[in-house]
């Protein structure tokens, strides 16, 4: 059987994930208190219910521990989102996903058993910002604390040269994941393919090794 989502909270975030969902063809309840926020959705997604997610009866009523996933987009109302945490775990949801405003709510959200904690606006930030500081860097996803996947384009130094002749993994202890070259993606690559002007390495490593391998291949 499919997946069923719940979203709560009709902000930006919540509607771009209910939105989502609902485009790959999962079923999706969404949840928020405000009545127009609710119409908003509603030609969006299938079920929508205007409720205060921190009401425990309401969202017993409404049955949300028989699906598979819950997501709480609620953001600025610190408190609603903890208190909306701790009632879905108690209630025994399989998996409840959280946004957090900053890292001390994101700490306050796993102590009461949030099962993961996403924080949308400081991930976009890294991302822009390490766009920022060199121009070749196409994305940028935080896998941990220490470990990042870099998209890097490649001019200079990387073209015309193997992933052998760079050496890469020796050199900066990053692993070469896979080379975009237009719309082909090339996920296990050898060590003599050669990389082309315009080329998109995908490489996973300790940050502080990607940082090296940035300044040095970056521009
Ligand atoms: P975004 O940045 O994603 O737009 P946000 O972080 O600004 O969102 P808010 O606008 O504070 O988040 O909240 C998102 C939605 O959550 C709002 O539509 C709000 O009505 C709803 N919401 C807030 N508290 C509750 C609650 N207790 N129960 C249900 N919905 C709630």
Not at 84 to 97: A, H, R, S
């Amino acid at each position: 059987m499919k997946k069923q989502f719940v979203v709560i909270g009709m902000g930006r975030f919540g509607t771009s994930v209910a939105k989502t969902l609902s485009n790959l063809g999962f079923e999706v309840l969404a949840i928020d208190s405000d009545e127009i926020r609710t119409q908003e959705i509603s030609n969006i997604v299938t079920h929508v219910v205007q409720a205060d997610s921190t009401d425990e009866e309401a969202l017993r009523a409404l049955g949300l521990r028989n699906f598979d996933v819950v997501v709480v987009a609620i953001g600025e109302d610190i408190q609603a989102s903890i208190l909306t945490t701790i009632i879905l775990k108690e209630m025994g949801v399989p998996k409840v996903i959280v946004k957090a405003q900053t890292e001390l709510h994101g700490k306050v959200l796993r102590k009461v058993g949030a099962d993961k904690v996403v924080f949308p606006e400081r991930d976009m930030g890294q991302r822009v910002a390490h766009h920022l500081i060199s121009s070749n860097i196409i994305d940028y996803i935080e896998l941990s604390e220490d470990y990042s996947i870099v998209e890097i384009l490649a001019s200079g130094q990387l073209v015309g040269k193997t992933l052998r002749q760079l050496d890469i993994r020796a050199k900066f202890g990053c692993n070469v994941m896979g080379i975009k070259t237009g719309d082909r993606m090339n996920i296990a690559p050898y060590a003599d393919d050669m990389i082309k002007e315009n080329d998109i390495l995908v490489v996973v490593g300790k940050n502080t090794d990607l940082q090296h391998f940035e300044m040095t291949f970056g521009e």
